[in-house]
T-cell receptor, first 113, second 109 residues
Framework: DAGVIQSPRHEVTEMGQEVTLRCKPI?????LFWYRQTMMRGLELLIY????????DSGMPEDRFSAKMPNASFSTLKIQPSEPRDSAVYFC???????????FGSGTQLSVL | SQQGEEDPQALSIQEGENATMNCSYK?????LQWYRQNSGRGLVHLIL?????REKHSGRLRVTLDTSKKSSSLLITASRAADTASYFC?????????FGKGTMLLVSP
């Protein structure tokens, strides 16, 4: 298996633009997580899915953030409109179950100018 | 919150030395996991220790867990420059993993 695949690897956009981050989890993993990492706040859990269903989105900072998982092999995290304070590295991760070893993608480095 | 707190925040050693990192947490756990993050990359799972285990080994890694003190330690023996990375503990209850800010380990040749 190729592991968790995220795209794009880097995204530079202007304030106000819509940003869509994409993730393909490891096949067979029932859990998918979106994390955000910054120097100030560390690694924050934004939202997670179990069997494609959003279970806990309490970490999503604002209504500008939304996430979907239309099927077991694809998820998106959308920011609309984007703001400079959204600049961070966004990681997608997946696991067989919530407390099992979690596999991370390489991340998307987002810069909002 | 299940979030662990790693100590020290930063650690600098020479190649060949041992590195010890500690983790403290506040609530009961099902297991505790350690992860490594190289600069610019995603986290990589290193080792998982269950709540009924006290010690676990994997190669040059040794993890201990003291549930009475709600603490864990990660020992890397005979460190190498390639071990330079940030290390995170993730105390796991019965839902998801949350991470602290990690320990930055620098191993100098």
């Amino acid at each position: 298996d190729a592991g968790v695949i995220q795209s794009p690897r880097h995204e530079v956009t202007e304030m106000g633009q819509e940003v869509t981050l994409r993730c393909k989890p490891i096949s067979g993993h029932d859990y998918l997580f979106w994390y955000r990492q910054t120097m100030m706040r560390g690694l924050e859990l934004l939202i997670y899915f179990n069997n494609n269903v959003p279970i806990d989105d309490s970490g999503m900072p604002e209504d500008r953030f939304s996430a979907k998982m239309p099927n077991a092999s694809f998820s998106t995290l959308k920011i609309q409109p984007s703001e400079p304070r959204d600049s961070a590295v966004y990681f997608c991760a997946s696991s067989l179950e919530g407390t099992a070893p979690t596999f991370f993608g390489s991340g998307t480095q987002l810069s909002v100018l | 919150s299940q979030q662990g707190e790693e100590d020290p925040q930063a650690l600098s050693i020479q190649e060949g030395e041992n590195a010890t990192m500690n983790c403290s947490y506040k609530t009961s756990i099902n297991n505790l996991q350690w992860y490594r993050q190289n600069s610019g990359r995603g986290l990589v799972h290193l080792i998982l220790i269950r709540s009924n285990e006290r010690e676990k080994h994997s190669g040059r890694l040794r993890v201990t867990l003291d549930t009475s003190k709600k603490s864990s330690s990660l020992l890397i023996t005979a460190s190498r420059a390639a071990d330079t990375a940030s290390y995170f503990c993730a105390p796991s209850g019965y839902s998801t993993l949350t991470f602290g800010k990690g320990t930055m380990l620098l191993v100098s040749p």
